[in-house]
């Protein structure tokens, strides 16, 4: 029998015009953060808007034209339509932050660059936390009205999706998106053709196609490859997320930086800031200065130009997960593309090896920082080398810890109780006294309901998740009920611990089952029950990560863990809201110091979800010992298999002692009072610290508006000051092996309160002027009287000695008794430095 040949066809319903902003709004992934809109387009058909992922856009290609005409005549549907408009317009209208910044020039645009964004699950460019971060930060950029626009990757896969298969096994699935499904336009130019980039790549040219997508009041422009006018293997460039060899993953990133650079020229674009969030678009730095070049800059000033106003955060806390290709490869494509020109030193590292993008990110920025306290530390530490002579705690890497998106990732339910006992308008407020006050004020039966009515949602979700697999997996009917016995919306009474994250090793997702007898004593108390829920993907390349997934649900298969722990598939950025709001502990149990930051349990504490995790990254900062529970880390000298024992057996401890007697220890009504008092404490300690709105007011603060006016500053009259400082850069390096310093006077050992010591010093300053360095003198408590305190006390340029050597004084009068510790320093000084230690040179009396 002939087989017939298959046509497809789709056929788009005609949107009525009482209906015709849905379009509008479907367009613009607002929505995203705006439960009503979102809630307005899934009434319209509920299975179609779960079969369509949440995207609005696609729901109105395919829905059924008679159900759109009935929404245009149902009073009901026209009223939260409405309503929807109504808020959506007023979002829109609000003035624009910058006419009151306090720093912001009207001419002023921060650029944002970064490898994914994770926006919504409509848009699948995005694979973890990094992502979801960006996302955030172009919505509390909106939120502000900051002047911003965001640049990116277009994939056509996108990250993959995850299913478990009968033996635990994770399977990646790529599905490719159809780009009309998404929430994007393509970008015109003035005559109506799409903009396209070109790039030269060895012996060829690639096309770059710009799209964007609206978030609010800001423009994410995304860069697409698959184009005919491409070859095959250039048209895969940006077809995976993290996808394909070395050499495409470069690919990706040439486009990005470079073709992301030039987008923003074609647009009209001239951003005063240029932020690289994490290195992978770090080669925008060369393209930067390939313009300046051509303008007839020396190549040494277009470095300090371009560094003058570009902000590099860092997200990784080990060496390996720094970018870095082969020095040869990376010549052919800098070379093809960006010229003659000698850029590729700015990517070697210190001790040599692979062109890095971590050094071509900090070599091209003045700004620079780590995303938690403790990630600050450990960057400047892993990065001392590129700052040789200067302490890690002084070297410029700063930190901004990182925040979240209270409206994304705030459940709806709380939506009425907070507008009634924190007023109307409360999310505009979080930083305001007495919020912990209004919170506590919530009567505790009011909270655990809303905190119960969370945790039934999540339950169906885990139900209809947990029911798919099953039956995919060929699991029989009556075992699928034991393993959902706990998770009953009807009864959401159970103690219910959520992990959701990266399977990464270091993440240590298995430290629950370090001592299974301790675990089963955990689980034996038929009168305390507890349900672990499990989510997260491991990458397609990480095999021992994927071998956590896979003991992971082997262990939940076992018969005495059946129904207790359960494993969740798919996740991504709905099931993450789901975890996060719903369970009541959040568990994070990674190997301190590697959390970068973590961003999960700030979702989970906003919801009065209680915090119980290792004290690294962001939990570090957020546990004031009431809003939750802490697992201090154990001894860094302890090998690996000691530490997990004692963090784990910690780890019990708490949970037996502490999280399952308070849970179960009920009143009348049915909850615990100890409970609701911690959960209310985690989510009014937490919603006004980690609020993404926090986040990027520090970076416009630390950040964005001093480097718009140092860049400002380095450019005008002919970039005058960039070929000050690259000139004075240049004196100091060649000069600064030959310079040394030695104690003049005697050093007094004791000297009575209150009178003054003088000091002198001559410094050899080899070629240099006395004003190209600062001689200090940093005094501290020591150790033994305390904690040290230190002060400074400059030395004064005191005449020529002859030799080459200049004497510097100080009359220093100690503002402190006891054993005391002073030492003294020389290093280079500029006023047109960003950063005093920018050079990272400095020697020592």
Known sequence: MQTPTRYSLEVNPRIPKRLARLEEIAANLYYSWDRPTRALFAKLNPALWDAVGHSPKAMLKRIDEQRLIDAAADPAFLDSLTRVLAAFDAYHAEPPFKQNSGGFRPEDLVAYFCAEFGVHESLPTYSGGLGILAGDHCKAASDFQLPFVAVGLLYRQGYFVQTIDGEGRQRAEYHDSDFDDLPIQPVRRQDGADLTVDLQFPNRKVIVKVWQAKVGHVTIYLLDTDLPENNERDRDIAHRLYGGDRVTRLEQEFVLGVGGARALAALGHKPTVWHINEGHAAFLVLERMRGL??????????????????????????????????????????????????????????????????????????????????????????????????????????????????????????????????????????????????????????FWSVRQDIKARLFHMVRHRIAHNHARNHGSESHLQRLLKYADPQNPNVLTIGFGRRFATYKRATLLFNDLDNLRRLLADRSRQVLFLFAGKAHPADEPGQELIRTLVHMSRQEEFAGRILFIEGYDLHIARRLVSGVDVWLNNPVHPLEASGTSGMKAGMNGVINLSILDGWWDEGYDGENGWAIKPASPELDPHRRDQEEARTLYEILSDRVMPLYYDRTEGGYSPGWVRIAKRSMASLLPRYDASRMLGEYVSKYYIPASRQGHRYAQNGYEAAKTVSAWKAKIRAAWSGVSARRLDSPRPRIQFGESLPIEVAVKLHGLAPGDVCVELLLSRGAREGSPVQHSHELTAAGDMGHGEHRYTVEMKPGLAGRLDYRIRVYPRHELLTHPFELGLCTWV
């Open 293 to 446: 070049v051509a303008e007839g800059l020396p190549l040494e000033a277009a470095i300090e130009a371009v560094a003058s106003n570009t902000v590099f955060t860092t997200h990784t806390p080990v060496p390996a997960g720094h970018d870095h290709f082969p020095e040869s490869t990376a010549a052919t494509y800098i070379k093809a593309g960006l010229g003659e020109l000698n850029l590729l030193p700015l990517g070697r590292p210190p001790a040599g090896g692979d062109f890095n993008m971590t050094a071509l990110a900090l070599r091209g920025s003045r700004y620079q920082n780590g995303v938690s306290r403790i990630h600050g530390g450990v960057s400047a530490r892993l990065l001392h080398d590129y700052f040789p002579q200067v302490s890690p705690d002084e070297n410029p890497i700063g930190y901004v810890t990182n925040g979240v998106h209270v409206a994304t990732f705030l459940a709806p339910e709380w939506g009425e109780v907070l507008d009634r006992f924190l007023g109307v308008g409360w999310m505009h407020r979080l930083g305001h006294p007495g919020i912990w006050e209004k919170i506590r004020a919530i009567p505790d039966h009011i």
